[in-house]
Nanobody
Framework: QVQLVESGGGLVQAGGSLRLSCAAS????????MGWFRQAPGKEREFMAT????????AYADSVKGRFTISRDNAKNTVYLQMNSLKPEDTAVYYC????????????????????WGQGTQVTVSS
């Protein structure tokens, strides 16, 4: 069971930036694909971004493409989500998630594709 701990959330004004981090408790971090999701009040959890274990492939939801960037540092067992040009509608609890994918077979967009989840970090964007 991989433990995930998110950090970096907070309150920011519209147009501002935040960088979220997610640290994983595994010695084989590079064999895990990582994803970021978010859930706003009263809404379903939705996919934001994903990155393969070797960092060679990324994918984004249309709503954040060009504004958010996912990256990872396998030496630090950490995945990041750089969020720029934030909007009030980006307000949500942000979760990182992971699943084992040692052969970097692809990107995963669905909640049910992921096996382990963090506790979430709150991001609030004021107008």
């Amino acid at each position: 069971q991989v433990q995930l701990v998110e950090s970096g959330g907070g309150l920011v004004q519209a147009g501002g930036s935040l960088r979220l981090s997610c640290a994983a408790s595994t010695r084989t971090f590079s064999t895990y694909v990582m994803g970021w999701f978010r859930q706003a009040p009263g809404k379903e959890r939705e996919f934001m971004a994903t990155i393969t274990g070797n960092g060679g492939r990324t994918a984004y939801a249309d709503s954040v493409k060009g504004r958010f960037t996912i990256s990872r540092d396998n030496a630090k067992n950490t995945v990041y989500l750089q969020m720029n040009s934030l909007k009030p509608e980006d307000t949500a609890v942000y979760y990182c998630a992971t699943r084992l994918d040692p052969y970097n077979t692809g990107t995963y967009y669905n909640i049910e594709d992921y096996r382990n989840w963090g506790q979430g970090t709150q991001v609030t964007v004021s107008s």
